[in-house]
């Protein structure tokens, strides 16, 4: 052979023959991937409300107890519901409570944290307080001025949650018991920016999980509104007095054992409800009396 | 029109495809001319082989086409044979909750972003393609042409982003309202689509021949007029070329839109109020559609990829028509 | 009547020509807006820790080094695969196709993949190879759906490149008696090749930006992948997912910066090659 056959011609076939193998071998692993159990492994599966304390609260308990996996998706309260009563997960996650045709699939439920929804205005708006009905009315797109709730006469800038959302599910569910919302409505995928969006237009309304009222990131500030009468803070919630307020379940088949016991008692120590619960916008379970 | 390179190599810009270069493709190998050459059955078949190694290389661009109508198109089926084409193209509500799956505000929406952005966009872009051409120092050149060129190399998120963070809030600060809706969705979306037009246009633009320029200037035309009537004109098909080009960029794009047009279902009543695009309904709805929905968001892809079919297939067209003319 | 043409020749003409200017200089203008933005937002980020540090927390504080790994990581990869692919394709167009109805098909594809709009090309990786397949997220999907978004690409530019070796350097080879394959692999890819590695450069750049294609591919998992198997989210996922939530804006801006930083690197890369290489031939 030509000591100097070794440019361009081999090095592509070399770099084609190598693409391939990586190819041809991924294909036969993946074929042949399955999600094979390891014995000390937990699948938790649900609502992609509360994921984030799922998630964090899974890395922080996998870094406590090496040799333990926990594995945490986000795919929706009622199939979290689902897999968890047909096995397929460990635990399921849910930011709704069970339906009535749920109520006989023999789950366990554990309260892990509070969720209160605020009805946030910008700060400069004169409104303080509304009714339920008048929420509701609103975002349904049947008022349409500020004027005609008490404020000033500007056109309402309704910003909605995107229809993933748990906390547009809850407001839904609770609000405008299970109306539709005004489909002109801004739909925004986050709560970081229906609260930025709100911070900054002076016409703008939504709703987000009370704990994110108050943000360490920004210097923006929202009004959350008072509500048929009660103020939402903490104590309200935790005594259920605030009309917009939701649990956040772990479902699980049967009372939990071994790794899931393990599992869901690390969730709900006072060192995750204090930091991640708190961090993720919710109040710990132990605020409240429901 | 010939793009030939002369002697000195000079940089060959290809013509939007329907030349397929036969003038610069190299010559054949000489055949029996001093009857040294003598070409082995063994050099044959490699050579040979070798061939039809690149065709099937080149024939990958055919099969990656076919295999995304064939994924795509078989996952987004359902929803056609369910409700019907004309139900689907033409049903003017999407609300997937309720079991209503119409595109037509979505593509009525698309086209509208689209407009708008070719309406701000393309004489910016054809301005500054003229400017890097025809008024540009070597000096400006420097630095125009590598702007556009980093402006081509920025992420979409980004520009998203950006959109989100700065330009809403200024749109929301003078015009009221939230600063989500078409308006805002148009400046991202020109922005975007300057470098895909000014490339193409400067390349159209650039490929006419000097000589023509010199017989205008002769004649005692300003630099103005010898662009406005007799570049222009003369580099007319590679400029559609580029502005359609344009066109399918913009009314593709997902991630610029989805952050500043406000994602509402309904075909706006403004430009200053929120709405839903082809594209955007997708990044919106997939994190959760099932069943049907999601059936049908692969049909919206499905839509999406033809109408850019179609816009290539327009280049080509335009550009044989062209070709015809001159 | 002349002199009143005259004037208003010169006028339209200055006129225009300021108008052609603004367009460059609001384009310069926009590019500079954005870039000045991004940077004088995101500097404060851009510390050791932020770089090479995991995300900590529901709310992502820390740093972003399982994203640029993957960024890398499925860069690198779509490259890997798309490279050969694109590089002898464009050698098959540029040097051995007749003009016909197979490379008019050829031609038609490739213009068809380069402006399918990438969330289409998310779904074709989702359905193909995460799916079809059975890749499951990771990054192997991910560049395979990547590199049909890159091949057109690179095609054009290989292309581009080596049309424009000149004739004459081609002639003294076959003069010499060199066969086909061995001019071009000796002398036109060679010869073509600082273009060549322009081109590629600039498609990493745009590989690295993509966002709605690693998406549906990759998925969204913080996690820095190691296998080709791996799932991962990259730095414009990151930075969508961000923004979206929109409560750790810092971070999200820290991104945004790296990003372009990023991608200005492929950009000035690209330009270094074909800056070196003009000098080089004179």
């Given at each position: 052979m030509h000591p100097r056959w070794l440019p361009v011609k081999s090095r592509l076939l070399a770099v084609t023959l190598v693409a391939a193998a990586l190819l041809s071998s991924a294909v036969v692993a993946g074929c042949g991937r399955?999600?094979?159990?390891?014995?000390?492994q937990l699948t938790v599966t649900g609502s992609t409300t509360v994921l984030p304390i799922a998630e964090v609260a899974a890395e922080d308990f996998m870094t406590a107890n090496p040799g333990k996996s926990v594995l945490v998706a986000g795919v929706g309260s009622s199939a979290g519901i689902e897999s968890v009563s047909s096995g397929t997960s460990d635990i399921g996650t849910s930011s709704r409570d069970l339906k009535p045709e749920e109520a006989g699939l023999g789950l366990v439920d554990t309260k892990i944290a509070l969720d209160a929804i605020a009805v946030i205005v910008n700060p400069s708006n004169p409104v303080d307080s509304l009714t339920t009905s008048q929420v509701a009315d609103i975002f349904e797109g049947k008022i349409r001025n500020w004027k005609e709730v008490g404020g000033l006469d500007q056109e309402i800038g309704l910003v909605n949650r995107d229809e993933a959302s748990g906390t547009r599910e809850a407001f839904t569910k609770?609000?405008?018991?299970g109306g539709d919302f005004d489909p002109t409505a801004a739909v925004l995928p986050g709560t970081g920016q229906v609260r930025s969006v709100v911070a900054q237009s002076p016409t703008a309304i939504g709703y987000i999980s009370l704990g994110f009222v108050e943000s360490k990131f920004t210097k923006e500030r929202v009004k959350a509104l008072v509500i048929d009468g009660i103020a939402p803070d903490e104590n309200t919630v935790a005594a259920g007095t605030y009309p917009i307020s939701r649990v956040l379940h772990f479902f699980t088949k049967g009372e939990p054992t071994g790794l899931t016991k393990e599992y869901i008692d690390f969730v709900l120590s006072s060192k995750i409800q204090d930091e991640v619960v708190r961090d993720a916008g919710f109040l710990p379970i132990s605020a409240g009396v429901k | 029109m010939d793009t030939g390179s002369d002697l000195t190599g000079r940089d060959v810009a290809p013509d939007m495809c329907a030349d397929d270069g036969e003038a610069m493709r190299a010559p054949e190998p000489p055949r029996k001319s001093t009857g040294l050459t003598k070409i082995t059955r063994a050099t044959y078949l490699k050579e040979a082989a070798l061939q039809n190694l690149f065709l099937l290389c080149a024939c990958v661009a055919v099969a990656g086409v076919a295999l995304i109508f064939i994924f795509v198109g078989l996952k987004g089926w359902p929803i056609f044979a369910k409700i019907g084409l004309l139900e689907f193209l033409g049903g003017a509500t999407w609300y997937p909750t309720k079991e209503h799956f119409g595109i037509l505000p979505l593509i009525i929406n698309s086209l509208l972003a689209m407009s708008g952005a070719l309406l701000l966009g393309a004489p910016l872009a054809v301005g500054t393609a003229v400017f890097l051409s025809e008024v540009a120092s070597p000096k400006a050149r420097s630095i125009v042409r590598p702007a556009v060129e980093l402006l081509a190399g920025i992420p979409s998120v980004v520009y998203g982003f950006f959109g989100l963070v700065l330009l809403r809030p200024i749109i929301a600060g003078l015009f009221g309202g939230l600063g989500f809706g078409l308006l805002t969705v148009w400046l991202i979306l020109a922005v975007m689509i300057v470098p895909t037009i000014a490339t193409l246009t400067e390349d159209a633009l650039r490929s006419v021949p000097e000589g023509i320029r010199e017989a205008s200037y002769s004649m005692g035309a300003t630099k103005w007029q010898t662009i406005w009537r007799v570049l222009l004109p003369a580099a007319k098909i590679g400029i559609i070329d580029a502005v359609i080009l344009g066109m399918g960029r913009a009314i593709g794009e997902t991630m610029a839109v989805v952050m500043v047009a406000g994602n509402a279902r309904v075909i706006p009543d403004g430009i200053l109020k929120p709405f839903l695009t082809l594209t955007t309904v997708i990044v919106m709805d997939m994190p959760y559609a099932s069943g049907d929905h999601r059936t049908a968001l692969f049909g919206v892809a499905i839509v999406l990829f033809i109408i850019s079919m179609l816009f290539v297939a327009a280049i080509r067209v335009i550009s044989r028509f062209g070709k015809g003319m001159s | 009547m002349q002199s009143r043409e005259r004037i208003s020749k010169t006028f339209t003409n200055r006129v225009a020509l300021g108008v052609i200017w603004l367009a460059a200089i609001g384009t310069v203008g926009a590019l500079g807006t954005i870039l000045l933005y991004v940077i004088v937002n995101g500097i404060g980020q851009i510390t050791p820790a932020f770089i090479f540090t995991y995300p900590k927390g529901v709310n992502m504080e820390g740093g972003i080094w399982p994203t640029i790994q993957a960024t890398l990581y499925v860069t690198g990869l779509a490259m890997l695969i798309t490279t050969p692919v694109a590089v002898l394709a464009a050698v098959y167009l540029a040097e051995y196709a007749v003009q016909g109805r197979l490379v008019r098909i050829i031609r038609f594809a490739a213009d068809s993949l380069a402006s399918v709009p990438s969330i289409v090309m998310g779904l074709f990786g989702l359905a193909a190879f995460v799916e079809g397949i059975g890749l499951g997220f990771s990054v192997l999907a991910a560049a395979l759906a990547l590199s049909f978004l890159l091949l057109p690409i690179i095609v054009r530019t290989t292309e581009e490149a080596i049309r424009a070796v000149p004739k004459y350097i081609r002639w003294g080879s076959y003069g010499l008696g060199a066969s086909k394959w061995q001019t071009v692999s000796k002398i036109v890819l060679p010869s073509a090749l600082p273009r060549i590695t322009t081109g590629v450069i600039l498609a990493a750049g745009r590989a690295a930006g993509e966002t709605a294609v690693v998406i549906y591919t990759m998925g969204t998992m913080i996690y820095a992948p190691v296998s080709p198997l791996d799932p991962g989210r990259t730095m414009p996922v990151h930075l969508m997912l961000m923004s979206q939530e929109g409560i750790n804006l810092p971070a999200a801006y820290g991104t945004a910066l790296m990003l372009v930083l990023l991608v200005l690197g492929f950009n000035l890369a690209a330009r270094w090659i074909g800056r070196r290489n003009r000098r080089m031939q004179g």
């Open positions: 399955s999600a094979s159990g390891a014995t000390d609770i609000v405008l018991g | - | -």
